[in-house]
């Protein structure tokens, strides 16, 4: 089936310092979601992507939707001790019945 | 969590035991899944509604049923529970073929 190769797959980083983290896929998406999962809870939407070149900004956040539409990046700007979590990315084309594809995640971890 | 309640929370229980997962929303969202959440595996679908009664199979659905009587409800059931699917379950619900909201998840324990 389809798969999105997520990018790293963890992270540690000293509070401050930028991240950047990216989904890529052999095919074609329409729809590029990212989301945070805080430990013991359910993954949250940060940022929605509809058009391929579209970058789009959520606070400290950044997310592109990549030109050939195989691909996605998010950023995070100036890391603070609450970003700790996992980032998983999502794709969503008219394949797949509809359904949404997932990244296996990164986890990043912040030291204060 | 976008008004949706998934209970019970927490679970234990024995291999072959049935086991009904319970997926709750105020949204009046149209479509509503389960996933399971593994270690290495990230977020992957078991089943999923498209309206009452109309459900569908995802990537996992072996030894898994769904039922959806109402708009609000979607139920999980595990006929006999088996260790390998000891797993953290979350629902989710959307509107459109688009973003999906989550539930807080329910982690189960088969011994």
Not at chain 1, 65 to 93: E, Q, W
Not at chain 2, 55 to 68: A, F, H, I, L, M
């Amino acid at each position: 089936g389809q798969q999105l190769n997520q990018s790293p797959q963890s992270m540690f980083i000293q509070e401050g310092e930028d991240v950047s983290m990216n989904c890529t896929s052999s095919s074609i998406f329409n729809t590029w979601l990212w989301y945070k999962q805080d430990p013991g809870e359910g993954p949250v939407l940060l940022i929605a992507l509809y058009k391929a070149g579209e970058l789009t900004s959520n606070g400290r956040l950044t997310a592109q939707f990549g030109i050939t539409r195989k691909d996605s990046f998010l950023n995070i700007s100036a890391s603070i001790p609450s970003d700790v979590g996992i980032y998983f990315c999502a794709g969503l084309n008219g394949g797949s019945q509809g359904n949404l594809i997932f990244g296996k995640g990164t986890k990043l971890s912040v030291k204060p | 969590d976008a008004g949706i309640t998934q209970s019970p929370r927490h679970k234990v229980t024995e291999t072959g035991t049935p086991v009904t997962l319970r997926c709750h929303q105020t949204e009046n969202h149209r479509y509503m899944y389960w996933y399971r959440q593994d270690p290495g595996h990230g977020l992957r679908l078991i089943h999923y509604s498209y309206g009452v009664k109309d459900t569908d199979k995802g990537e996992v659905s072996d030894g898994y049923s769904v039922s959806r009587s109402k708009t609000e409800d979607f139920l999980l059931t595990l006929e006999s529970a088996t260790s390998s699917q000891t797993s953290v379950y979350f629902c989710a619900i959307s509107e459109g073929r688009n973003i999906q909201y989550f539930g807080a998840g329910t982690r189960l324990s088969v011994l």
